[in-house]
């Protein structure tokens, strides 16, 4: 069965995405506009309670890695390559997941989704002023990717630490960033034909400019 775009597109009319590279301020971003515009609100990772559970390893083998995973050693230790690999793939496989979720929540109230979804399958199923692209400079998604408090990011750093030869793991991990944040993605996000904000690495505090500047995009805002 095949759920046509049109139809997908209309039910995710009341759906606004933001996608980017990491530390570009996509989660923070997602938080404030939830809050302020009383939108539903879809953090990272949000379809994984039930794709977690429900995907199939012959259907999506990416989404099954974690589920599979005897030791989260291995998960730190992969190659760079296989790294950039399963990240890319996972959202593909979750999309999915994602849209599914996000109409069954979207029926009568606006949604603010921090979205795994590929830039093909956005264009496919939403509109310029529904989405939002945000970008950081390669040096901050890599640099300070461990600076965030968030459970995630400091068990994969609480597993990194004891690894044996540590500091080994944590150089393999960041060239898997660097992969993942590389020149090559940041132009495919930057030329999507989105509406993009690029947060610069000069120290300011631009958390309420940026707010502004995507509410406006998604017109909650004049």
Known sequence: ????NNILKYYLRNVYFITGTAYAGKSTTVKMLADRYDMVFCGENYHIA?????ADDALQPDLCYRRNLKDWKDFVTRSPEEYERWIYHSGREGAGFEIAELISLARDKKVIAD???????LKEISDYDHVAVMLSPQSMSVDRFFDR???DKQF?????DSCENSEAVMENYRRG???INSQKHYDEYAESGFFTVVRENDGRDTREEVCNVIARHFGLIP
């Open 1 to 4: 069965m095949k759920i046509e």
């Open 50 to 54: 039930v794709s977690d559970v429900i």
């Open 115 to 121: 979205t795994s979804i590929p830039l093909d399958i």
């Open 149 to 151: 408090g968030d459970p």
């Open 156 to 160: 994969i750093l609480s597993v990194i």
């Open 177 to 179: 960033l660097a992969r």
